[in-house]
Nanobody, 118 residues
Framework: QVQLAESGGGLVQAGGSLRLSCAAS????????IGWFRQAPGKEREFVAA???????YYSDSVKGRFTISRDNAKNTVYLQMISLKPEDTAVYYC????????????WGQGTQVTVSS
């Protein structure tokens, strides 16, 4: 089973950028689709982006065109590059696997906090 750990969050001004990392343990990492999710204060956790084992990607409408998900199987890491950040992107960001469509099926880690100031 793959275990994941998120990092890279921080405080950034609106319009800025951040890159989140999701480091995985396990020799079968490359076989898994990985998803990014986020939870803002007082809101339910929501799907952000995902990358399949073959490298194809899909995104929520709210981040499409601003966020890019990628993976480096040699480093067992999935990245979420975020640009043109908005205050409404403020949330704790989590990665998860396995996923089914836009649903997370794995256990949740501690996540990484992203705060976008206006």
């Amino acid at each position: 089973q793959v275990q994941l750990a998120e990092s890279g969050g921080g405080l950034v001004q609106a319009g800025g950028s951040l890159r989140l990392s999701c480091a995985a343990s396990g020799r079968t990492f490359s076989s898994y689709a990985i998803g990014w999710f986020r939870q803002a204060p007082g809101k339910e956790r929501e799907f952000v982006a995902a990358i399949r084992s073959g490298g194809s990607t899909y995104y929520s409408d709210s981040v499409k065109g601003r966020f890019t998900i990628s993976r480096d199987n040699a480093k067992n890491t999935v990245y979420l590059q975020m640009i043109s950040l908005k205050p409404e992107d403020t949330a704790v960001y989590y990665c998860n696997t396995p996923i089914l469509g836009t649903s997370a099926l794995g256990s949740w880690g501690q996540g990484t906090q992203v705060t976008v100031s206006s």
